[in-house]
T-cell receptor
Framework: KAGVTQTPRYLIKTRGQQVTLSCSPI?????VSWYQQTPGQGLQFLFE???????NKGNFPGRFSGRQFSNSRSEMNVSTLELGDSALYLCASSSLWTGGNTDTQYFGPGTRLTVL | KQEVTQIPAALSVPEGENLVLNCSFT??????LQWFRQDPGKGLTSLLL?????REQTSGRLNASLDKSSGRSTLYIAASQPGDSATYLC????????????FGTGTRLLVSP
């Protein structure tokens, strides 16, 4: 079974630009979560999607947005990039969300975004 | 607000040693706790998941325990190997907040041959 895939793996952008990152969950997984990892802040939760609906959102400005498609693939978008957005962006998938779900979350390799 | 702390921040041991990594969390209302490893520049690999009703989980040379009442978890690595060198992260999933994980700061482990 293929793991979580993220594209692209590396991105270099300049301040003010926007960027779209993609995440394909493990086949059959319907829940996708996004995290930002930086040396200073560690791993911070961005948002979570299940069945094309955003279920939860972290403490990030509105420049960060996301969506999920009917095939469970997810994208996140960052508009008006700032230097501080440079980070490793990770997505994770899990199989089912039932409100009481306790399944393992599987992470992709991440997208390394550098903002110049 | 859930806060997760990992001690020590870094650990260096010779090959063959048994070692313990610690994880503390402030809010005991958790669904589960998960341990991950992260190699430099890579994503996270899930090692063990402990449900809130469980006390421990084992996988090979790894054993993780959970004491929800005291807000603590430990990851025990037996007979460490150079290939175990990585950053180890614990994360808790709360009873609210759907699948959101709250991560600790990590322990960077170096196992020398």
């Amino acid at each position: 079974k293929a793991g979580v895939t993220q594209t692209p793996r590396y991105l270099i952008k300049t301040r003010g630009q926007q960027v779209t990152l993609s995440c394909s969950p493990i086949s059959g997984h319907r829940s996708v979560s996004w995290y930002q990892q930086t040396p200073g802040q560690g791993l911070q939760f961005l948002f979570e999607y299940f069945s094309e609906t955003q279920r939860n959102k972290g403490n990030f400005p509105g420049r960060f947005s996301g969506r999920q498609f009917s095939n469970s693939r997810s994208e996140m978008n960052v508009s008006t990039l700032e230097l501080g957005d440079s980070a490793l962006y990770l997505c994770a998938s899990s199989s089912l969300w039932t409100g009481g779900n306790t399944d393992t979350q599987y992470f992709g390799p991440g997208t390394r975004l550098t903002v110049l | 607000k859930q806060e997760v702390t990992q001690i020590p921040a870094a650990l260096s041991v010779p090959e063959g040693e048994n070692l313990v990594l610690n994880c503390s969390f402030t809010d005991s209302a958790i669904y589960n706790l998960q341990w991950f490893r992260q190699d430099p520049g890579k994503g996270l690999t899930s090692l063990l998941l402990i449900q809130s009703s469980q006390r421990e989980q084992t996988s090979g040379r790894l054993n993780a325990s959970l004491d929800k009442s005291s807000g603590r978890s430990t990851l025990y690595i037996a007979a460490s190997q150079p290939g175990d060198s990585a950053t180890y992260l614990c994360a808790v999933r709360r009873t609210t907040g759907f699948q959101k994980l709250v991560f600790g700061t990590g322990t960077r482990l170096l196992v020398s041959p």
